[in-house]
């Protein structure tokens, strides 16, 4: 690539060919401030807000869709810039709800910030907000407010792009332009798998995941009620960053003071059902292999993981003719949940009525998961309530607690027991590595041949990933795997898991055994992660996950001693007959549109 | 004619007696012979925004690419324009002919007349016309086949990138620019897209000779043009005119005696007070138009006028971009404020200061283009406004 030479605000600046003058003031230091780029998404130049004054042109044109060229003399900001801008803004103001003291996004929003950096007043212009608007709260996890909306279609873009999902577009034109769902339905009857990261990736409150923790509070602050909480091992990673934490801190001890400060009788952890879906999980692909090599029978392979419920909606939808790929284990907090109203609550003597089961979690999927009709296997709703890593910091914020000064505790006992490779779940590529180390142990009793348990393939930020591993030595009731070179993948992103899918269905796919996460980079970049979110962040929380496995002592699921117990006294064997009552589940088949 | 000053021209639907006489002798001819010539007249678009016809070809001439494309804008959505309609009507041949040497030129081998939905009469009509075009090409040897696409009726998918998008099975949504469509247009290709007269006139040139043509008109601009005139007028219709004239003169020949204000260049372009039709040009040095040519006589409100225009842009703004979307939502609310003493008459002043930044921000012409006739309507006719 050739080399660029320009002048920004009388800096020279040398930049690779097809950058964009913002990128180009980056390097000098220049923030130019913006509202519809975001780094994850293609450039739409549409909220003009980053506008510049480039020598020789005629109008300002956006800096971040217009490229760097050679001799180019840029001025970011001159008086004719700042009123532009400054007009921009108190433009999107005027069509904004500006009831920011209601707003959940408040002190977090992209808008906000540039009013009061710009201080726009509410006189300059008229209100030309929608009277009208009515916020959508039918789906379980997401609530769409259109007052709030600046229109930069970042959700749009992430949902074609990062999801190909597609479920909000942009329709009408002129003054009634809008993002919409399909036929504008309500959000709950369209093909939105709920990942969350159209919220993720809003600028404002118009896309937020619809909250729980006021039902929450109310459980807690019941008496006959036995409030307990299980936390996804992304939450750890991220929470810091609601709490003054710089991005990339862990703060599991901190967390779990928080939490039984906050009144839960009982904090656990998500990671415990991790290691028990990596025992079931990794079983019933054996078995699937078993099937396959040793009876020659039609069985569905490559398997597929299940934790993501984003991922399932996603394959019920666009794939509903290949759900036998998809493992029948229930996702780490649907089996936490059936659990927790049954061992627990037998081991406990606790009545299973009065346990008010929720779940903390990077994800919004999560939310509409607990609600899905399969998820009472328990007698119950198996899990109450699914709160988002944002709203566990708001509840924290809520109960007065100095987070930064807190003290740090371990989880609780009974299902608070994990292990490394329950943790990794959180980043993509985790669910994988954790399978192998047990799988590969299992059949051949031998540690996975990778040093410190590392098993790079499968990790790191490519959409797809792919690792061989050569089965060698086995042990005598594996032997039918003798030789076997096991294929698998790891996909994050639901745009490559299409890419995975469309392989499945023309039959071209090599694997056995894949793992597919709907959110970029897997729950650490998870729709319900504290905002923003991008790749230096994902990278860093990414980074924190290892880190956390690292300093476990224990790092494969079958050595967790709650996992040897609870089979022992429990659930007996893995894909046993109680496993499939409470651990397994069926899919649907759902409509395209 | 009145007043000689006023020339009527008869290039564009003058009929020929043998069918593709025109084409035929063109094609015989040498590219850099035919660019040459069309370069020489000094050809500027006719659909409103004047870009050199002859660069427009050359830079597509010069990009490598194994496919290129050839477009015929007829999207004809300009309020008070409907010459595109009569050319497709009465000459098509030579519209898609110019499509055809431009085609020879560039090196497409597919082109696609882009025709405005309200126009899907024409269809049969064009197709029957377009079939026996498509043979004759094959005849003479040209690797070029034309075919319509019909659009739906969203005034900006005239603007040339939402129309490539509108092509695409896309959103009708203008794009960054650059690249512009000569390097990236339909599909990525390079493409050249031009307004439907354009193509006549770039054919008709290789015909009479670029002298010719240049004879006509001023050194800005050359020859001569097609103009819808509307409104107060005893001979409304389409009539091709020498490029140059004062409005002064164009008045007296089509006005009914009192007329007050003409705008020029459709709800996107300028109105001209009576006291500045003696000074000011129909033309790129003064004002240029795609055409459209409403005459309003005293018993108009201009804030009426106004009023419909932002109305109308209002509606027709694709909606994607801040300063368009908003802003002819805050025009349209700020007149009205003013106009019902809501807001004092300082209030204009705030708005006129809009308009600016909507032409230096949006994104596309659309939104550009306010500026020009709001404050030359608010400038001149403010009592109106306020009163």
Same mark, same amino acid.
């Given at each position: 690539?050739?080399?660029?030479?320009?002048?920004?605000?009388? !800096?020279?600046?040398?930049?690779?060919?097809?950058?964009?003058?913002?990128?180009?003031?980056?390097?000098?230091?220049?923030?130019?401030?913006?509202?519809?780029?975001?780094?994850?998404?293609?450039?739409?130049?549409?909220?003009?807000?980053?506008?510049?004054?480039?020598?020789?042109?005629?109008?300002?044109?956006?800096?971040?869709?217009?490229?760097?060229?050679?001799?180019?003399?840029?001025?970011?900001?001159?008086?004719? &810039?700042?009123?532009?801008?400054?007009?921009?803004?108190?433009?999107?103001?005027?069509?904004?709800?500006?009831?920011?003291t209601t707003c959940y996004r408040s002190t977090n929003c992209e808008l906000q910030n540039?009013?009061?950096?710009?201080?726009?007043?509410?006189?300059?212009?008229?209100?030309?907000?929608?009277?009208?608007?009515?916020?959508?709260?039918?789906?379980?996890?997401?609530?769409?407010?259109?007052?709030?909306?600046?229109?930069?279609?970042?959700?749009?873009?992430?949902?074609?792009?990062?999801?190909? &999902?597609?479920?909000?577009?942009?329709?009408?034109?002129?003054?009634?332009?809008?993002?919409?769902?399909?036929?504008?339905?309500?959000?709950?009857?369209?093909?939105? &798998?709920?990942?969350?990261?159209?919220?993720?990736?809003?600028?404002?409150?118009?896309?937020?995941?619809?909250?729980?923790?006021?039902?929450?509070?109310?459980?807690?602050?019941?008496?006959?009620?036995?409030?307990?909480?299980?936390?996804?091992?992304?939450?750890?990673?991220?929470?810091?960053?609601?709490?003054g934490f710089p991005v990339g801190t862990r703060v599991t001890g901190k967390m779990v003071t928080a939490l039984r400060k906050i009144g839960f009788d009982s904090v656990l952890d998500t990671d415990f059902t991790a290691d028990l879906t990596i025992i079931e999980e990794g079983t019933e692909l054996l078995t699937r292999l078993?099937?396959?090599?040793?009876?020659?029978?039609?069985?569905?392979?490559?398997?597929?993981?299940?934790?993501?419920?984003?991922?399932?909606?996603?394959?019920?939808?666009?794939?509903?003719?290949?759900?036998?790929?998809?493992?029948?284990?229930?996702?780490?907090?649907?089996?936490?949940?059936?659990?927790?109203?049954?061992?627990?609550?037998?081991?406990?003597?606790?009545?299973?009525?009065?346990?008010?089961?929720?779940?903390?979690?990077?994800?919004?999927?999560?939310?509409?998961?607990?609600?899905?009709?399969?998820?009472?296997?328990?007698?119950?709703?198996?899990?109450?309530?699914?709160?988002?890593?944002?709203?566990?910091?708001?509840?924290?914020?809520?109960?007065?607690?100095? !987070?930064?000064?807190?003290?740090?505790?371990?989880f609780d006992s009974l299902m608070g027991e994990s292990t490394g490779a329950g943790v990794i779940f959180g980043a993509t590529g985790g669910v994988m590595e954790a399978a192998l180390r047990t799988a590969y142990e299992i059949v051949t009793g031998r540690e996975v041949p990778f040093e410190n348990l590392r098993i790079m393939p499968v990790r790191g930020d490519e959409g797809i990933k792919e690792a061989t591993i050569k089965i060698e030595g086995c042990l005598p009731e594996w032997s039918f795997l003798e030789g076997v070179e096991l294929k698998v993948a790891v996909a994050h992103g639901l745009i490559n898991a299409r890419t995975i899918m469309d392989q499945v269905v023309k039959g071209e796919s090599p694997y056995h055994f894949i793992e597919i996460m709907a959110c970029p980079g897997g729950c650490i970049g998870g729709g319900g992660q504290p905002i923003p979110t991008n790749a230096e962040i994902r990278k860093k929380r990414t980074e924190a996950i290892y880190a956390e496995d690292e300093g476990k002592v224990l790092r494969k699921s079958h050595e967790n001693p709650e996992i040897k117990q609870i089979y022992k006294e429990f659930l007996k064997e893995p894909l046993g007959h109680k496993s499939h009552e409470l651990l397994h589940t069926k899919y649907r088949k759902r409509f395209r549109y | 004619m009145k007043d000689k000053n006023l020339k009527i021209v008869d290039i564009i639907f003058k009929p020929h007696l043998v069918k593709y006489e025109v084409l035929d002798k063109t094609v015989a001819r040498s590219n850099e012979d035919i660019l040459k010539e069309i370069i020489d007249s000094g050809l500027r678009g006719r659909g409103g925004a004047g870009f050199p016809t002859g660069l427009k070809w050359k830079f597509a001439a010069e990009q490598k690419a194994k496919k290129k494309i050839v477009i015929c804008n007829a999207d004809e959505g300009e309020p008070g324009t409907f010459k595109d309609r009569e050319i497709l009507t009465k000459v098509p041949r030579k519209v898609l002919g110019g499509m055809a040497v431009c085609a020879k030129i560039i090196g497409a081998k597919r082109g696609f007349i882009y025709l405005r939905g309200e126009y899907k009469y024409l269809l049969p009509f064009l197709n029957e016309e377009l079939e026996d075009f498509n043979k004759h090409l094959k005849e003479i040897g040209l690797d070029f086949k034309i075919d319509i696409f019909l659009g739906s009726g969203a005034y900006v998918c005239g603007e040339e990138s939402a129309l490539f998008n509108s092509m695409e099975g896309k959103r009708g949504e203008p794009r960054n620019k650059p690249p512009y469509p000569t390097v990236a247009g339909l599909d990525n290709m390079p493409t050249v897209i031009n307004n439907v007269e354009t193509l006549v006139y770039a054919l008709m040139i290789c015909s009479i000779g670029s002298k010719e043509f240049k004879a006509l008109g001023t050194s800005d601009s050359r020859g001569s043009k097609v103009f819808s005139i509307s409104g107060d007028t005893p001979i409304p219709g389409i009539y091709e005119l020498e490029l140059g004239m004062s409005v002064y003169d164009f008045v007296e020949e089509f006005g009914d005696g009192d007329t007050k204000a003409v705008q020029i260049g459709g709800a996107s372009g300028f109105c001209v007070p009576r006291k500045k039709f003696k000074e000011t040009i129909i033309g790129f040095e003064g004002i240029p138009t795609g055409g459209s040519m409403m005459i309003f006589n005293s018993t108009r409100s201009m804030y009426n006028v106004l009023h419909n225009y932002l109305d109308f842009f209002e509606e027709e703004s694709c909606g994607q971009c801040t300063p368009c979307r908003i802003g002819y939502q805050q025009l349209k609310k700020g007149v009205e404020a003013v106009k019902h003493g809501e807001k004092n008459e300082e209030y204009l002043q705030q708005l006129m200061k809009l308009t600016e930044t909507m032409k230096l921000t949006s994104k596309c012409g659309l939104g550009q283009s306010v500026a020009n006739s709001f404050s030359s309507i608010v400038n001149n006719y403010r009592e109106e406004m306020v009163y």
């Open positions: 690539m050739a080399n660029i030479n320009l002048i920004i605000d009388d !800096f020279k600046v040398t930049v690779e060919e097809g950058t964009s003058i913002l990128q180009a003031a980056e390097k000098v230091n220049v923030k130019i401030p913006t509202l519809c780029y975001h780094e994850d998404l293609c450039v739409a130049g549409n909220c003009r807000v980053c506008v510049v004054e480039v020598e020789g042109m005629r109008t300002l044109p956006a800096s971040c869709a217009i490229p760097a060229e050679e001799g180019m003399v840029v001025k970011t900001n001159t008086p004719k &810039v700042r009123r532009a801008r400054k007009d921009i803004v108190s433009l999107l103001v005027s069509e904004h709800n500006t009831q920011c540039l009013s009061a950096e710009y201080n726009i007043d509410n006189e300059t212009y008229m209100s030309v907000l929608k009277p009208d608007i009515v916020i959508d709260r039918s789906s379980w996890a997401i609530e769409k407010d259109d007052s709030k909306c600046i229109r930069c279609q970042r959700c749009v873009r992430t949902c074609a792009e990062l999801q190909h &999902v597609n479920a909000i577009d942009v329709v009408h034109k002129g003054k009634d332009m809008i993002i919409s769902t399909f036929v504008d339905a309500p959000m709950n009857d369209v093909v939105c &798998v709920n990942c969350g990261q159209c919220i993720n990736h809003c600028p404002t409150g118009a896309l937020t995941e619809r909250r729980y923790f006021d039902d929450v509070w109310d459980a807690i602050g019941d008496d006959e009620k036995h409030v307990i909480i299980n936390t996804a091992p992304s939450v750890r990673v991220g929470l810091g960053e609601m709490l078993k099937k396959a090599l040793v009876d020659k029978k039609k069985v569905a392979l490559p398997m597929m993981t299940s934790c993501s419920p984003g991922w399932v909606k996603f394959i019920e939808h666009m794939y509903p003719d290949h759900l036998d790929h998809l493992s029948t284990c229930k996702s780490p907090q649907q089996m936490f949940g059936s659990l927790a109203k049954t061992y627990y609550a037998e081991k406990k003597g606790i009545d299973p009525k009065n346990i008010v089961c929720v779940a903390g979690m990077p994800c919004a999927a999560k939310k509409y998961e607990a609600n899905r009709p399969e998820m009472r296997d328990s007698g119950f709703q198996d899990i109450d309530a699914g709160l988002t890593t944002r709203e566990i910091g708001h509840m924290i914020k809520q109960a007065g607690i100095n !987070f930064l000064d807190l003290e740090e505790s371990d | -």
